[in-house]
């Protein structure tokens, strides 16, 4: 099966525009979890949806949103883009069913804001 | 909410000595811990994983623990290896926040030749 992929995977922006990310899971994967990962933070838990419906929701303000299609794939939205928003975004695909779930992440995003 | 900390952040081994990450979480549902390996410039991938109700789990040169009553888990690699050269993080999830999952702030492991 081909991996999760991830587009673009470099963006460069400036403050106060915003950005659409996207990813395609794993074939037959219906759930989709997305990431961000900055220099000394890990990973930060953005959200996560299956089957079209966001299940889960990190500690982010409003800026940040997803969806998800009817084919699984997924995008997250940052509008008004601050600095800070500077960093490597993941994705990440799993079965969704069960409690005990492999991720399996994509290459990231590496976005800019200038 | 959960909250998981590791520990060293960066760590320095001879080649062949064992290396030991540590990590504390602080929601006693969590139930499921995985271990992750992130090589410069790639994704994270799974190397290991346990679930609550063990309490060790070996994989060749790769060994995970867990407490639940101190509620930490560890990361052990024998043998260690040049390319075992990475960063690691733990994570941890509770079982009712499907996928969601805490992790901690990694641990960049570096084996001397």
């Known amino acids: 099966k081909a991996g999760v992929t991830q587009t673009p995977r470099y963006l460069i922006k400036t403050r106060g525009q915003q950005v659409t990310l996207s990813c395609s899971p794993i074939?037959?994967?219906?759930?989709v979890s997305w990431y961000q990962q900055t220099p000394g933070q890990g990973l930060q838990f953005l959200f996560e949806?299956?089957?079209?419906?966001?299940?889960n929701k990190g500690n982010f303000p409003g800026r940040f949103s997803g969806r998800q299609f009817s084919n699984s794939r997924s995008e997250m939205n940052v509008s008004t883009l601050e600095l800070g928003d500077s960093a490597l975004y993941l994705c990440?695909?799993?079965?969704?069913?069960?409690?005990?779930?492999?991720?399996?992440f994509g290459p990231g995003t590496r976005l800019t804001v200038l | 909410g959960e909250n998981v900390e590791q520990h060293p952040s960066t760590l320095s081994v001879q080649e062949g000595d064992s290396a030991v990450i540590k990590c504390t979480y602080s929601?006693?549902?969590?139930?499921?811990f995985p271990w992750y390996k992130q090589e410069l410039g790639k994704r994270p991938q799974l190397i290991i994983d346990?679930?609550?109700?063990?309490g060790e789990k070996k994989d060749q040169r790769i060994a995970v623990t867990l407490n639940k009553t101190a509620k930490h888990f560890s990361l052990h690699i024998t043998e260690t290896q040049p390319e075992d050269s990475a960063v690691y993080f733990c994570?941890?999830?509770?079982?009712?926040?499907?996928?969601?999952?805490?992790f901690g702030s990694g641990t960049k492991l570096n084996v001397k030749p």
């Open positions: 990440a695909s799993s079965p969704g069913q069960g409690i005990y779930n492999e991720q399996f």
């Open positions: 074939s037959g994967h219906r759930s």
């Open positions: 949806y299956f089957s079209e419906t966001q299940r």
């Open positions: 929601d006693s549902a969590s139930n499921y």
């Open positions: 346990i679930r609550s109700n063990v």
């Open positions: 994570a941890a999830s509770i079982p009712y926040n499907f996928n969601k999952f805490y």
